[in-house]
Every structure is written in structure tokens, then in C-alpha cells.
């Protein structure tokens, strides 16, 4: 289960290996209609791709950290154990 831990520059979310791999993997249905939001539509869906490519590059077999500034934006994601491939 997620767990959150406030910092004074944001928060981290702790995640375990299996929501990692869920957060990398995301959900088609949604990307499908980021895409078909018009002007914004294709931007938004290039940033979800490219955050989920780094959270699925940082997964690791105990889980992996996403580190929120105060503004919402994630500016690290951190492995928690060995590397591991999601499936």
C-alpha cells in the first residue's frame, strides 16, 4: 500500500514494487483520451509517457520512491532495492 511522507520542500510516495509497475504501466483507456483532448491533449500525453518510462526504469524489487514538490511536479524517483523488470 502507498504510503506518503511529508517533507518540508514536498512529499514522497513510497510505493511497492506492484504499484510501481502499475504506475509504469498506467491505464490505455486514459491515454487514449489525453490524446483526444485538443491544443494541450498531445503535451500532456508525451509528459505521461516520459514519467512513466522513468518510474518503470526506477522500479526496483522492493519498490520505488516519487519525490512531489509542494507544486505537484515530480523531480526524482528513486529505487528502492535491486533493479527489477516490470512485466
Sequence with gaps: MAEVEPRFWGLIVHLDQGEGCFAAQGVPAGELALGAIPVWGPLILAAVKI????IGANT???G??????WGGFL???????NPFTCS
Excluded: E
Design 64 to 69: 520505488v520512491d516519487l519525490h512531489f514538490n
Design 60 to 62: 526496483g524489487d522492493q
Design 51 to 54: 514519467h512513466k518510462a522513468w
Design 75 to 81: 523531480h526524482f524517483v528513486g529505487r528502492r532495492g
